[in-house]
Nanobody, 112 residues
Framework: QVQLVESGGGLVQPGGSLSLSCAAS????????VNWYRQAPGKSREWVAT???????FYADAARGRLTISRDNAKNTVYLRIGSLKPEDTGVYYC??????WGQGTQVTVSS
């Protein structure tokens, strides 16, 4: 019953930053965890970050230290900020709920 829409991706040079958004509609997400995943070309989808309803956050080793996940329950939105972008960060970024709901994804391309 929840729909998720990602936005904020684009083409950025190495060393830059992006802030991705995951906007939920149809139901409040204040009481549930939200995950971010990404899928690089030719690779399997991999987990990136999680934020729980109490604000606890967890990050994958591949980008730990360059990620910040946050949520604004008043806007029913979760964010993922990626700093010091590297070419290996390129891929489609998805948000999802533990119930199995996925957004359509937003493309991030890191290239000079």
């Amino acid at each position: 019953q929840v729909q998720l829409v990602e936005s904020g991706g684009g083409l950025v040079q190495p060393g830059g930053s992006l802030s991705l958004s995951c906007a939920a509609s149809g139901s409040a997400i204040r009481s549930v965890a939200v995950n971010w995943y990404r899928q690089a070309p030719g690779k399997s989808r991999e987990w990136v970050a999680t934020i729980h309803n109490d604000g606890r956050s967890f990050y994958a080793d591949a980008a730990r230290g360059r990620l910040t996940i946050s949520r604004d329950n008043a806007k029913n939105t979760v964010y993922l900020r990626i700093g010091s972008l590297k070419p290996e960060d390129t891929g489609v970024y998805y948000c999802n709920l533990p119930t199995g709901t996925w957004g359509q994804g937003t493309q991030v391309t890191v290239s000079s």
